[in-house]
Nanobody, 124 residues
Framework: QVQLVESGGALVQPGGSLRLSCAAS????????ITWFRQVPGREREVVSC????????IYRDSVKGRFTISRDDANNTVYLQMNSLNPDDTAVYYC?????????????????WGQGTQVTVSS
C-alpha cells in the first residue's frame, strides 16, 4: 500500500521538544522531496520545512529556523522533523507530503502523496 504515515504528535509544554516522523510505504522515499506542512482550523495551511531528494536541500519557514531540524533516513523510508523550543504558535496538525524527483524543494504545485496528519499541541 502506497502511503505516508505521520507520528510523534503530542501535548507538550512550552519550551519542550517533539520529533515527528513521516514513514513511507510502497515508494522509494529517496526519490521524493518531503515537505512538512501544518494547519490550524480556520487558517491556511503553511509550509514548515522541506528536504529535497538527492541533494538533500532543506528549507524552513522563518518562524521555525533555529528550532526545527528536518532530516531523512532513506534506508528506513522515514523523514523526521525535530522540533525544539516549542511555543503555543506551533500548535497545529502537521502533515507530510511527497513529491517525486524534486531536488530543490519547489514547494508550489501538486504533491504525489499526503499523510493523514498528527496533532501537535503546545500548552501549559
Amino acid at each position: 500500500q502506497v502511503q505516508l504515515v505521520e507520528s510523534g504528535g503530542a501535548l507538550v509544554q512550552p519550551g519542550g521538544s517533539l520529533r515527528l516522523s513521516c514513514a513511507a510505504s510502497g515508494i522509494t522515499m529517496s526519490y521524493y522531496a518531503i515537505t512538512w506542512f501544518r494547519q490550524v482550523p480556520g487558517r491556511e495551511r503553511e509550509v514548515v520545512s522541506c528536504i529535497s531528494s538527492v541533494l538533500r536541500k532543506t528549507i524552513y519557514r522563518d518562524s521555525v529556523k533555529g528550532r526545527f531540524t528536518i532530516s531523512r533516513d532513506d534506508a528506513n523510508n522515514t523523514v523526521y522533523l525535530q522540533m525544539n523550543s516549542l511555543n503555543p504558535d506551533d500548535t497545529a496538525v502537521y502533515y507530510c507530503a511527497a513529491r517525486k524527483w524534486d531536488r530543490l524543494c519547489v514547494i508550489k504545485g501538486r504533491y504525489d502523496l499526503w499523510g493523514q496528519g498528527t496533532q501537535v499541541t503546545v500548552s501549559s
